[in-house]
């Protein structure tokens, strides 16, 4: 049971890797497609984090800090490229 578990969170992971792609077909902005690819990348990234946590449970340390990693790490990049996305003014 754990192993069919197991796989379907690594199967939802990579369909969101997949889905996350779509986008970037698409006309709209360039954040807006930045935005859907990295939140799909997050979602599946840390699906497929779980997914492992249920196959390799001995090694829960390192797979919660990769957990801890990823979405820290992409909500501190979605933050930097929201700033560097705005105009800045310039005070003369």
Not at 12 to 22: D, E, K, L, R
Not at 26 to 55: N, P, W
Request: proline letters at 3%; a negative charge.
């Amino acid at each position: 049971m754990i192993d069919l578990l197991s796989y379907g969170c690594i199967g939802v992971g990579i369909f969101f890797w997949f889905w996350g792609t779509y986008p970037l077909l698409g006309e709209r902005s360039v954040l807006y497609k930045l935005h859907a690819l990295s939140v799909a990348d997050t979602l599946g990234s840390m699906s497929i984090t779980i997914g492992l946590l249920l196959k390799i449970p001995r090694e829960w340390p390192l797979i919660l800090l990769a957990l801890i990693s990823l979405a820290i790490w992409n909500t501190i990049l979605g933050y930097v490229l929201a700033y560097c996305s705005t105009a800045q003014e310039s005070h003369d």
